[in-house]
Nanobody, 115 residues
Framework: QVQLVESGGGLVRPGGSLRLACVAS????????MGWYRQAPEKERELVAR???????MYADSVKGRFTISRDTAKNTVFLDMSSLKPEDTAVYYC?????????WGQGTQVTVSS
């Protein structure tokens, strides 16, 4: 079992920055991959960024060059640094962990980009 708790969401102006954090209830060292998904109103949940246990990262095309995923294994935490935020980044952001055969989700944190 892995419990995930997100934090760091909020209201930010276009062009601004936010840092999301996801704290896991146990060591993330051996978790195959962790990532961030988002879901905007009336849209499907989509992958934003992912980091593997080996440190490899991948990003959705829409966030490349603006978002950075990282992890601190000592703190069992995965971060999503978001910059140059756009209104279309507005969504609930969910932390995700994959450790076969199980998948875990956090409760989500709202990010709103608006002037």
């Amino acid at each position: 079992q892995v419990q995930l708790v997100e934090s760091g969401g909020g209201l930010v102006r276009p062009g601004g920055s936010l840092r999301l954090a996801c704290v896991a209830s146990r060591s993330i060292f051996s978790i195959v991959s962790m990532g961030w998904y988002r879901q905007a109103p009336e849209k499907e949940r989509e992958l934003v960024a992912r980091i593997t246990s080996g440190g490899s990262t991948m990003y959705a095309d829409s966030v490349k060059g603006r978002f950075t995923i990282s992890r601190d294994t000592a703190k069992n935490t995965v971060f999503l640094d978001m910059s140059s935020l756009k209104p279309e980044d507005t969504a609930v952001y969910y932390c995700h962990a994959y450790t076969p055969p199980s998948v875990y989700w956090g409760q989500g944190t709202q990010v709103t980009v608006s002037s």
